[in-house]
């Protein structure tokens, strides 16, 4: 999955997609714990989905703090203020 590919999606499917891939790397690992499997390189690859996923979903958590501490803010007046 591609960083323009994982822009695109909402915070609630970001979500979603962490959870269905780290149940695809359980399986991945599960799978080549038993019999070593075709491409291991997947493995690597789907951690490295993971790790996208999450950072975004990081950002958007920041940016989203962010947001409510700026109209926290903007919503003092410097009379409240001094009191």
Same mark, same amino acid.
């Given at each position: ?12 499917? %970001?979500?979603?997609? /962490? ?5 695809? *790397? +359980? =399986?991945? $690992?599960?799978?080549?714990? !038993?019999? @070593? ?8 690859? %789907?951690?490295?989905? /993971? ?5 975004? *979903? +990081? =950002?958007? $958590?920041?940016?989203?703090? !962010?947001? @409510? ?15």
């Amino acid at each position: 999955m591609k960083n323009s590919e994982i822009l695109e999606l909402t915070t609630e499917q %970001v979500i979603a997609k /962490i959870n269905e891939e780290k149940a695809n *790397l +359980t =399986k991945l $690992k599960f799978a080549h714990t !038993i019999s @070593a499997i075709e491409n291991p390189i997947r493995i690597t690859s %789907v951690r490295k989905n /993971i790790a996208r996923l999450n950072t975004e *979903l +990081t =950002k958007r $958590k920041t940016e989203a703090r !962010i947001a @409510a501490v700026a109209a926290e803010l903007a919503s003092v007046t410097p009379e409240s203020a001094s009191e």
